[in-house]
């Protein structure tokens, strides 16, 4: 009886993880599978945003990102949370002006309280000025929209 409960307990615990993983790659901004148009989502904490690399590829939670190197991607394997963009890496402006999900310029960026920012910026229209004018409102509408798209 204990190895069917465990057994079944087993089943369910994989069953939440794919589908919090399918939920995962069909909200989050993607190109070709990879996150941050394959940008390295550590490199950004060091103000330097750098192209990352299918040969440093890492899956969490079902998002592909790519690294500039090994020391990097071990630094995300340790707290992924840390270095995943928000909003699933979709543009923050347009997610607290009115939830939408728009593409983003990786390199367009602000760190705020150690997490990362991605912003549109193309055709003279950049978003993350927009962003800075009113930032304590756009971010608390980032975060209630967000969470009525991805929960």
């Known amino acids: 009886m204990k190895k069917l409960l465990f057994t079944g307990l087993m089943f369910t615990a ?11 790659k069909n909200n989050f901004n993607l ?3 990879v996150a941050i148009k394959g940008w390295d989502p550590v490199s950004y904490f060091a103000n ?8 440093f590829a890492l899956v969490y939670e ?5 690294f500039s190197s090994d020391a990097n991607r071990e630094l995300f394997k ?3 949370i ?7 890496g979709w543009c923050a402006y347009a997610m607290g002006k009115d939830g939408t999900k728009v593409e983003v310029d990786p390199e367009t960026f602000k760190i705020i309280n150690g997490k990362l920012f991605l912003f549109y910026n193309q055709f003279f ?4 000025k927009s962003w800075n004018k ?8 980032a975060d209630a929209n967000w969470q009525k798209i991805y929960h």
């Open 78 to 80: 340790k707290s992924p």
């Open 62 to 66: 079902g998002i592909t990102y790519y």
């Open 125 to 128: 229209n950049n978003t993350l």
């Open 48 to 55: 330097k945003p750098i192209k990352g690399s299918s040969r």
């Open 31 to 33: 190109s070709d599978g």
């Open 14 to 24: 994989l069953l939440a993880h794919a589908q919090d993983a399918t939920l995962r």
């Open 82 to 88: 840390k270095y995943e963009p928000q909003y699933g």
């Open 134 to 141: 009113d930032e304590t409102n756009l971010h608390q509408h």
